[in-house]
């Protein structure tokens, strides 16, 4: 192993750590069922206060795409909201998947993401047409979603709170994810983090396990 960090708990990020996304692949097929002048409502749709209260699971997915309907002036179908939120979802390469079962011989694994109840049902669909697993949890023995902690990255509260479930000090986590700002949450409370800015990272980070 390239590095083998004192810690006992390695914690990944979803999103571009261990499934591959593109954000602006959804954006731009947003857009193509859109008038043109609605296409700033597009740019700012993450910003919007339902979306980030249903990433904290604050609304339902009911209630979710009832604001999407509204905040586009759309009636799309459930389904049709479904297809264009979840078309940010790539693929799960099992050489990922392989190295955190590696790294589960030696450490803890687990994941922290901000996610939402209609992507991990797609994602768990993934999992399961594709890698003949019903979730996560046979591979990691941590799973933490925004959406059921009410809360979210990059805020302070969520990586305490994901401590306390560990029953450890921060020093004793190393924390993979994609977004600076996420990086810097979790530095911000003393645990150790690595920011994933390409497919290869991880792999480079730890060599051949």
């Not at 997915?61 to 297809?83: G, M």
């Not at 939402?116 to 994602?123: G, K, Q, W």
């Not at 933490?144 to 306390?164: D, N, Q, R, T, W």
């Amino acid at each position: 192993m390239k590095n083998s960090p004192d810690v006992d708990f390695l914690i990944f990020d979803l999103g571009n750590v261990i499934i591959d996304i593109d954000y602006q692949r959804s954006l731009n097929l947003i857009k193509s069922k859109l008038e043109e002048s609605l296409h700033d409502r597009v740019d700012f749709f993450y910003q919007t206060e339902f979306h980030k209260s249903y990433e904290k699971g604050l609304i339902s997915s009911v209630q979710f795409r009832d604001e999407v309907r509204d905040y586009f002036s759309q009636s799309w179908s459930d389904q049709e909201i479904d297809t264009l939120w979840n078309s940010l979802l790539g693929k799960i390469p099992p050489q990922r998947l392989e190295l955190v079962k590696e790294l589960r011989k030696k450490y803890q694994v687990g994941v922290l993401s901000n996610t939402n109840e209609i992507h991990i049902d797609a994602v768990h669909e993934m999992l399961r047409s594709e890698h003949g697993l019903d979730r996560f949890d046979p591979i990691f023995d941590w799973v933490f979603y925004s959406h059921e902690m009410g809360l979210a990255k990059p805020s302070a509260e969520i990586y305490e709170k994901m401590l306390a479930e560990l029953n450890t000090s921060p020093d004793r986590v190393l924390f993979f994810d994609d977004l600076k700002a996420n990086v810097e949450g979790a530095k911000a409370v003393g645990i150790e983090a690595v920011q994933v800015t390409g497919p290869r990272v991880i792999f480079d980070f730890f060599g051949n396990v």
